[in-house]
């Protein structure tokens, strides 16, 4: 049987899918007996990026289980060495997703060396690269107070393409370990992220109506 051919000399239209484009192939076992109209899709980023192949370490793991569980019996030690914000970065060899060190707030910074923890959290992100980030908001609504963990995808338009690229299509790698996280949020740049309550919307909407104390 001959390869099928795109469509070229054959007397038969191709079908129509509407107003969408299509490649017509006509495929041939001796004579021309079918058409077929292929929809062109129109790429998208997800489209373009391939899995990158990195590994998360263990150290992200237990950072990320130590921040999910909540333990209402841990003493006041434990409760002021839980971390409230963390950033994870690839190695330099670009095979991991490890934890960027001192890139952290404590849960017993608060109040002490760190007064806002949120716009803390905002300038420890670099610049000019890519970062991921676990957040632990808390926050309030007209109902009742909430704490919530956000992931985070730190992606500024002026960090290098290579970078934007590499931790675009490493991002799937983390999040699949980071199971149970109701709140994602990518952020472009520091306009879309300085102002609380473009977090407080995607925490709670506008039933939110403080963000780490403060209002919004």
């Known amino acids: 049987m001959q390869a099928p051919a795109l469509f070229s000399g054959c007397s038969q239209p191709p079908l129509s899918l509407g107003a969408r484009p299509c490649v017509s192939v006509c495929v041939r076992e001796r004579d021309c007996i079918a058409f077929h109209s292929i929809p062109i899709q129109k790429p998208t980023y997800r489209d373009t990026t391939m899995a990158s192949g990195v590994t998360v370490t263990e150290d992200v793991l237990k950072v990320f289980n130590e921040m999910k569980v909540r333990k209402a019996q841990a003493g006041e030690e434990e409760k002021r060495k839980r971390k409230k914000a963390v950033l994870f970065c690839l190695s330099e060899d670009k095979k991991h997703i490890i934890l960027e060190e001192g890139q952290e707030i404590l849960q017993g910074d608060v109040g002490t060396t760190v007064q806002d923890p949120y716009l803390h959290f905002v300038k420890m992100l670099p610049p000019n690269d890519c970062r991921y980030a676990l957040y632990d908001a808390t926050y309030e609504t007209k109902e009742m107070k909430k704490e919530d963990l956000v992931f985070i995808f730190w992606a500024p338009e002026s960090a290098p393409l290579k970078s934007k690229m590499i931790y675009a299509s ?43 104390g403060s209002p919004v």
């Open 170 to 212: 490493s991002k799937d790698a983390i999040k699949k370990k980071f199971t149970g996280i109701k709140h994602e949020w990518q952020v472009n740049g520091l306009e879309d992220i300085k102002d609380r309550r473009t977090l407080a919307e995607k925490l709670g909407g506008q039933s939110v109506v403080t963000l780490e």
